[in-house]
């Protein structure tokens, strides 16, 4: 073999001390900062380098070691959450979320829980009184029957006719006085009661033309027609008055006007004045103890005329 000169061991000698530092100094780059982050993690809990521990669920005295996701860890003290803060002195969200859904509120009446119509001449429930006149006011209705000479709608014929049939079964006959009345009949009635009254008598007692029930053909004035009463006075205090009382909602009607309720229907005791207003409606009306159209239909009292 052949033996080196002076210069040439020298250079081969820094050649190969050069690659051994080197690899010593790649060596510290490398293994110093792993065993500094082991040495680390052992002494300071809660360290973000706990990833480089074994898995929790492994074996004490296992060679093996499983890296788990780094998870974020919270100051001593403090909670750990995951919704983004708030800058300081941010005043916490006053927002809130709007309650859910729920069911629609029971009716509040009879029209609402029915819907019915009480404006309209021409339905069953429609109300007329000193503060609801008639619309239009010389309105009339379709189709007329008549029950004797006494005109009334056509769907309240059939009805009064059975009435009258079971007021002279059951020993209190009674007959139909007046019903149906046009705007101008009613106007002649009016100014009749006035000229016998005074105005202002007539006004408890009749209606100014256009705020008649009777100008809907729903209203009918009954008499005694047994020979004893021919007149409204004594009819008040006769068995007859008694009998459609407690009977007319046999047969879809109502008293209209009862004592008590001048301030609700603006007018004093009619027991005569009968309106109709359906079986199913009147059975209801009677059930439940009602005394007048208002109250039953929650409709304000009409004690007298706006204007």
Known sequence: MERLGEGERRSLGFRILSGSALAALIAAVIITPVVTMIHHDD?????????????????????????????????????????????????????????APTANSAPTSVVEELHLNVDDPAGLAVVVNKTRPIHPKKWKPANLDHVGAVAVREDVAGPLRKLIKASVKEGYPVYAHSGYRSYQDQRSTFN????????????????????SEHQTGLAVDMMSADGH???????????????????????????RFEAGQTDVT???????????????????????GWHSLEAFFSLPPAPDYLQ
């Open 43 to 99: 002494g300071a809990q809660g360290s973000s380098s706990s990833a480089f521990r074994p898995a929790s669920g492994s074996h004490a005295g296992s060679t093996s070691t499983t890296a788990t996701a780094p998870t974020p860890s919270a100051a001593p003290g403090t909670s750990l959450s995951t919704a983004p803060s708030a800058a300081p002195g941010t005043p916490p969200s006053t927002a809130t979320t709007d309650p």
């Open 266 to 288: 603006g007018y004093e005791s009619e027991p005569w004045h009968i309106r109709y207003i359906g079986k199913d409606l009147a059975a209801r009306y009677e059930a439940e």
């Open 192 to 211: 009749s009661w006035v000229r016998q009254l005074g105005k202002a008598k007539a006004l408890e007692s009749s209606a100014k033309p256009g705020f």
């Open 229 to 255: 009463c021919n007149n409204f006075s004594c009819f008040t205090t006769s068995d007859q008055a008694q009998w459609l009382a407690k009977n007319v909602h046999r047969f879809g009607f109502v008293i």
